[in-house]
């Protein structure tokens, strides 16, 4: 049984993991922490500080502005924690791999199994691809409302390929200000936003008589709390370092 602290437990992707939680009979929600004081079937604090329950890992799906008290609690109360949140500064991130070295940490930015497995076969295809001539594009949708674009996993998609690559792409995100033919190491990544796609991320391989597509499909957030869920059963008992959904898909 993993006993599981839920952070932002009122929000959104908070209610969907504990409904996921609720189901799972491998897993607990003990706690939660939220401003709202919406009541939930466990005990909810306005601050992780005050949880007094017994746990085995944080999942943490709230916002960067309480980053400090978070990690600050996991070294503590040495409990290894999920970070799903998203929008870290540059200086946070430095602080999430310091404090990695004290606890167990797990940080990814797109928490789905799917998109995950998707990465690592991009690790496996795309230097054979890239070096056979072929040129690369990503495509990536979401809803109307998605503030930021291109996406976090798209830039995630490219990164890993680049890195496959030596680093020697470059990203172009717009083509239409200028009137030249496309350059070999480029990686073109496009944003479309419309409706309420939840998320949807293609990654191209055009080559000369051949196209190779690879696509993942986010039918509802609940992708996101079940591969976070996945991830604190994962980390549970973990010692201190820094991990990725790379390392629960094995």
């Known amino acids: 049984m993993t006993r599981i602290i839920m952070t932002g437990c009122n929000g959104k992707m908070g209610k969907n993991i504990s409904e996921i939680v609720a189901a799972d009979e491998d897993a607990k929600i003990v706690a939660g922490v939220d401003i709202s004081e919406e009541i939930r079937d466990y005990p909810v604090y306005k601050k992780i500080g005050d949880v007094k329950e017994e746990a085995d890992v944080v999942i943490d799906f709230s916002t960067p502005k309480v980053l400090d008290e978070i990690l600050s609690f996991a070294v503590e109360k040495q409990i ?4 799903c949140t998203t929008g870290y500064s540059a200086e946070q991130i ?4 310091q404090t990695a070295n004290k606890v167990a940490l797990l940080r990814s930015a797109n928490m789905s199994l799917g998109i995950n497995t998707m990465i690592k076969v991009m690790e496996t295809v795309a230097k054979t691809l890239a070096d056979a001539g072929f040129d690369i ?5 979401h809803h109307n409302q998605k503030l930021d674009a ?3 996993t798209a830039l995630a998609l490219a990164d890993v390929i680049n ?5 020697d792409y470059a990203y172009k995100y717009d083509r239409s200000t200028l009137r030249e033919k496309r350059p070999k190491k480029e990686i073109g990544i496009s944003a479309v936003r419309g409706g309420t796609i939840v998320g949807e991320h293609e990654v191209i391989f055009a080559g000369t008589d051949e196209v190779i597509e690879f696509k993942h499909t986010a039918y ?3 992708i996101f709390g079940k591969g976070a869920v996945q991830a604190a059963k994962f980390l549970k008992g973990k010692n201190a370092g820094l991990y990725s959904m790379k390392n629960v898909i094995g």
């Open 150 to 152: 291109p996406s976090g």
């Open 220 to 222: 509802s957030k609940a």
């Open 163 to 167: 890195r496959e690559l030596d680093n």
């Open 94 to 97: 430095e602080q999430i791999n």
């Open 80 to 83: 290894p924690t999920v970070l």
């Open 137 to 141: 594009e990503i495509v990536e949708k």
